[in-house]
């Protein structure tokens, strides 16, 4: 039986550089795979692009209310029919899962359970008012295995939260998405950074 994987840190801790390794380690062993990204997630356009300068096109992206298993089911028998000898899809990797809705996150659960093919996803799980996403929220409730990437403060400590800053400054209201690099910037910060840059604040309270 497949599995549901989530694969979360704070930003800046080589998400999408471990997915596309992943990806890599697949195909360099002969396996066909697919990648896809929420549509919200315009940094790099249709690509993948980790902090090392390595990028990747996605095969699809996902749109807020789209059904993604059925996506899903459309390109992988569109792949079958073009260029890969009727090779079967052996993993689906989604980067930035964060920005799913929950009911999508349970469309990739049925994608492991009731197509067999194991679903890799990665994303964050806060906001920077330390706010589950929704995707991240169901994901941590129905995934099979769940794996921190791990990530430091500027201080030296694990970094766990995102802080957000707008002109050099941490901010602490707003909308919960913001593309980083494109409106906004995001520095992962340990609790105790958190704490100093927001006055004592979490979530909008002392």
Request: glycine fraction near 10%; include cysteine; charge should be negative.
């Amino acid at each position: 039986m497949a599995k549901l994987y989530f694969r979360y840190g704070a930003m800046n801790s080589g998400k999408s550089t471990a997915l596309l390794q992943a990806a890599f380690n697949y195909e360099e062993r002969g396996h066909r795979v697919l990648l896809a990204k929420p549509s919200v997630d315009t940094k790099g356009d249709r690509e993948i692009v980790s902090r090392l300068g390595v990028s990747r096109e996605v095969d699809f992206t996902i749109a807020p209310d789209e059904d993604v298993r059925a996506t899903f089911e459309r390109h992988r028998v569109a792949g079958d029919t073009v260029d890969l000898g009727g090779r079967e899809v052996s993993c689906l990797l989604v980067d930035e899962a964060q920005f799913l809705t929950g009911s999508q996150v349970d469309e990739l659960l049925r994608i492991a359970l009731l197509d067999d093919v194991p679903v890799l996803a990665y994303g964050i799980r806060t906001d920077f008012q330390t706010v589950a996403f929704p995707g991240s929220r169901r994901l941590l409730e129905v995934a099979h295995s769940l794996e921190e990437l791990k990530t430091i403060c500027r201080c030296g400590r694990k970094a766990i939260f995102n802080g957000r800053r707008i002109g050099g400054r941490y901010v602490f209201d707003g909308d919960q998405v913001a593309i980083d690099g494109v409106e906004v910037e995001y520095e992962s910060l340990c609790g105790v950074c958190y704490l100093h840059e927001s006055g004592g604040v979490l979530n909008g309270h002392s």
